[in-house]
């Protein structure tokens, strides 16, 4: 979707302000979102590309002013209550007024090792790559309302192949129920001025990780 | 109307410093009424977000990728594979720390300087860095980065070379991205216990140069 979450290339943010000595976390209660985050994945009732919908679809007045962990935590609370995990009443109410619904699995401390590594998104390919390296390609101009890893600023722009990165789970289509459905994933770098006009730094070059679907011969 | 399209508590918040506080405390109530809902029903272990939160406040961060930097600046031979297949190179030494599938080192060289950015939401190499730094998730820096990369190196103190190319990587889909920065001059037969020592998680991102050697422990 079209949201405020896809920022390149947005103006106005102000000035990157890094921070000295930044603690790994700047209250306990965003370590316990993290960790919620992790174990509830595990869980297996939804993937890295649903967490990532339930926080795009938030209103952009809220993404914007809520803190990163104060996103997720809200994304999280809004994943339990669709699947029916649990109530709104009961999160209000701070205990369970019901009882669970079954799961898959839980997460143990003796299993937590299995959450502290990458998971796996590679999958077998179908069919050989449509694209090699050195490829003109187009990003293609689409604005779907459901999920989708082609950010704005690369559509309709031209650019060329240059890394095929085997073949991976879709974004788009697990968001759209209709199951891992595996593509072709290619680094496809554009020049600035390509993206951003013959005012743009003649050094720069930005690639994104495209998979094929958004792809077309340019 | 779905609890993710509007704020579930049915009141905003004011972001001003001087309510910070308050906000806090609110998260803190929300976030442990979740945390104990979601336990009372069975689907987390608190003790399993206790090893979660440990693991990333004591064990993962840039010193895992930084021994990586320091062992490719040793050794020729171990720095081409790493940038052939950064995956298969750390996982071959038995010495360094496991890493997940996709990981693509980037080399840093006098001619192009490579930085990192999710700008769709927070992608980052944790596994090798650690959780992502404020900066790097805000909207700052994941909309500037990719049209006005010298503007944001201001903001890190740094300036380039107008002739030195600058490579923008968005990792949009799984792959994730480890930046290999310059080795600094006069460290010549120096271990990789004291190289790493300069190598800081910002040069690994590519806002950042490694330390001068001076900064070093003998």
Known sequence: MNGVHDMGGMQGFGPVRPEANEPVFHARWEGRVLAMQR????????????SRFSLEKMPPHIYLGVTYYEKWERGLESRVIEHALAGADELEAGRSLRPAKPVPRMLKASDVAKVMSRGSYARPAKAPARFQPGAAVRAKNINP???????RYARGHVGTVEAVRGCHVFPDAVVAGQGENPQWLY?????GRELWGEAADPALKVSIEAFEPYLEPA | MSPDEHDPHGHGHDHDHDHEGSTLSEMQLRVRALETVLTEKGYIDPAALDRIVETFETKIGPHIGARIIAKAWSDPAFKERLIADATAAVNETGTLDHVGEHLIAVENTERRHNMVVCTLCSCY???????PPVWYKSAAYRSRVVIDPRGVLRDFGIALPAETDIRVWDSTAETRYLVVPRRPPGTEGWSEERLAQLVTRDSMVGTGM?????????
Do not use: C, Q
């Open chain 1, 39 to 50: 174990a509830m994945g595990y869980v297996g009732l939804w993937n890295i590309d649903m």
């Open chain 1, 145 to 151: 309302v459901s999920h989708t890893r082609l950010p």
């Open chain 1, 187 to 191: 680094t496809v770098v554009f020049s």
């Open chain 2, 125 to 131: 190499p944790w596994e090798v860095l650690g959780l």
């Open chain 2, 210 to 218: 490694a330390k001068p050697p001076a900064e070093a422990k003998p």
